[in-house]
């Protein structure tokens, strides 16, 4: 796997948060020495406009995984509105 391939990435409108995060992760775990800002900013790119990213806007996470922990909140909201 390279930066393209994780750069190329984006959330489609019927994919779940939980979902695209897994493949997000999935993916970049391959990626040799990837600079954890730059994952930041992949992941930033490639969620669809919703809710979570008008969050993310507003404050911006500094690091991936402070952007993990506040999209817990969004996938129980997200898996909790499908029911």
Same mark, same amino acid.
């Given at each position: 796997?390279?930066?393209?391939?994780?750069a190329s990435?984006?959330q %489609?409108?019927?994919?779940s $948060? =939980?979902?695209?995060?897994?493949?997000f992760?999935?993916?970049s775990v391959?990626? !040799?020495n990837?600079?954890?800002?730059?994952?930041?900013? %992949?992941?930033l790119?490639? $969620? =669809?406009?919703?809710?979570?990213?008008g969050s993310?806007?507003k404050k911006?996470? !500094?690091?991936?995984?402070?952007?993990?922990k506040r999209?817990?909140?969004?996938l129980?909201m997200?898996?909790?509105s499908?029911?």
């Amino acid at each position: 796997m390279t930066l393209t391939a994780l750069a190329s990435l984006q959330q %489609s409108d019927d994919e779940s $948060l =939980r979902k695209f995060m897994h493949r997000f992760g999935s993916i970049s775990v391959w990626i !040799k020495n990837l600079n954890p800002e730059v994952a930041l900013h %992949s992941m930033l790119l490639a $969620l =669809r406009p919703g809710k979570f990213i008008g969050s993310l806007c507003k404050k911006a996470p !500094k690091s991936i995984d402070e952007l993990r922990k506040r999209a817990k909140g969004y996938l129980l909201m997200e898996e909790m509105s499908r029911l």
